[in-house]
């Protein structure tokens, strides 16, 4: 969590976080308060504070974070490993599938990461990817997390509790970018003009190499269904059931929902 006095970015891991943190701290023209990456919110967040939060693809995130894995990089990597499951890691598509088997299951959530998926007790009900998102997007998620008693419910539940005014989506991320400038209530350095041009010309930071851009990784058919399935807040929430895809090896080309 990135936040100012007016803003606070909620940082999804693997949703182009990176790039647009340093990017706040470079042009939003407001005091930085505090930094902790991937950081829950407060149990009292500030009342007039805009929230924004970074979301991405579930399949595409599952593709980037095996890839990612087989660089011998990340804390799912290394928890995996560590639970036998670095074989797993292999480079190809059916070790994906194998892969996505394992973090798409339930019984696995003792050894995912974050450790907080299984302790909060709602693996049964919702993938990891969608409690990445709703533990960010809302404060005190012990408590509105405990009642959770089917797959429904996270989904609900999450929008009862969910704090977010505006969603940047990796797919669009350049364009949600220039609508958060043209917001009237944030204020930027050296200009508006000057955050507008920088995001027109920077480059995606902290890409990783993803191995499904070769000709010889073809995802099997039924993944999309598969994660759909387990992400249930993602496909309801922010309508990833219909193919929202990008490379994680392009610049960055992508809207702002508010």
């Known amino acids: 969590m990135h936040v100012f006095h007016s803003l606070a970015y909620l940082d999804v891991e693997k949703s182009g976080s990176t790039y647009v943190s340093q990017f706040l701290r470079d042009f939003l023209d407001d005091d930085e308060v505090w930094c902790r990456k991937h950081h829950e919110m407060e149990d009292r967040p500030p009342s007039g504070r805009l929230h ?20 011998g990089k990340g804390g799912l990597f290394g928890r ?44 049964e009900h919702t993938g990891l990817l969608s409690y990445r998102v709703a533990r960010l997007a809302a ?40 609508a958060l400038v043209l917001r009237a209530d944030l204020a930027w350095r050296p200009t508006r003009e000057a955050a507008l041009t920088a995001v027109r010309a920077q480059q995606r930071l902290n890409t990783s ?31 990833y059931d219909d193919g929202h895809r990008t490379s994680t090896t392009d610049p960055i080309q992508a809207t702002s929902r508010a």
């Not at 070790?95 to 696995?108: I, K, N, T, Y």
């Not at 993944?223 to 496909?235: D, H, I, K, W």
């Open 52 to 71: 924004v939060l970074s979301v991405r693809d579930p399949v595409d995130t599952y593709l980037s974070l095996f890839s990612y894995g087989c660089q």
């Open 209 to 239: 190499a993803r191995l499904d851009a070769g000709s010889g990784f073809a995802v099997r058919d039924d993944v999309r269904r598969r994660v759909a399935a387990r992400e249930r807040l993602l496909t309801e929430v922010f309508g």
């Open 80 to 123: 995996l490993r560590d639970a036998g499951h670095g074989a797993l890691y292999d480079g190809t598509a059916a070790g994906f599938d194998r892969w996505l088997d394992v973090v798409l299951d339930p019984g696995s959530a003792p050894v995912l990461d974050p450790p907080s998926y299984h302790r909060r007790g709602v693996a």
């Open 139 to 178: 404060p005190r998620p012990d408590r509105w997390m405990r009642d959770v008693a089917a797959p429904e419910d996270f989904v609900a539940a999450y929008r009862d509790n969910s704090l977010v005014d505006v969603v940047l989506r990796n797919e669009s991320l350049p364009q949600d970018l220039e």
